[in-house]
């Protein structure tokens, strides 16, 4: 995107090293962030290496196309806003659990196509080139719109951390001592491989793994979670999958 480099892994780190090739400093880059130095350039103290927004978890394309909207349905699986300040206009998707029953097998999705409409595939697999859209996703872009690749075709708001001060920080410590288990604790990798979509059950979600040896784990997610990974994307053992608190019994497994 624009001649920068956009991470599209889950598990990548930049380090820096000092001119005897020992590390000095380790970070991991989350989902979507643009990295603004290449691979072995010289960095100073004090120097921005990446960047990301916090508050929104990017959707991004991994390649060159034009985006093409399925199910997109407007006042029942979209809504379209205007921002005041700007007069943009975006579209946000809906709960399904307020779509009614005439819609309740519509997936909302950004597909991407070439110049001639067909569909293109993500690099090195021969999966579709397309985006799952969980409900208040934001999209920015309008129907056959151009996108580069590393370009974001949607955007999921993140919930604030509701732990603002040590007194709200304490019962978090307890859980950690006694291992306690989240509510809806976040759903780690249970193996890596690539990520598909099965067909859903009245009330869930079917994810699939697939590891190299054609190998397959399903998971079955409630439709009120939020699923943070997409189709087509490669995933390593222990990475999240779902959103949620990190549940210790599963870090620990994993």
Known sequence: ANGSLVAVSRSGEVSVLDPHGRERERYKLPYGAT?????????????TVANWDPHNHPIVSEVAGFVRFIDFVDG??????????????????????RRGSQA????????????????LTIPGTDLPAQYLLPPRSIVNL???????????????????SKT????????RVADLFEARKPKDPAILAERSGIV???KDTKGKQRLIIKDTDGSEHEELIPKYRQ??????EHVTRGETVVDGEPSPQDILRL
């Open 35 to 47: 990295i603004n130095v290449k691979d072995a350039a010289e960095v100073k103290a004090g120097q």
């Open 76 to 97: 029942i699986t979209v809504i379209e806003k205007t921002d005041e300040l700007t007069g943009l206009a975006s579209r946000e998707i809906t709960d399904p659990k």
């Open 104 to 119: 309740k097998d519509l997936r909302p999705l950004v597909r991407i196509i070439d110049g001639k409409g067909n569909d």
């Open 142 to 160: 309008q129907d056959g719109a151009p996108v580069g690749v590393g370009d974001v075709v949607a955007k999921i708001p993140q919930e604030a």
């Open 164 to 171: 603002r001060d040590i007194t709200g920080g304490l019962p």
């Open 196 to 198: 598909s979509f099965g």
């Open 227 to 232: 699923i943070i990974v997409f189709e087509g």
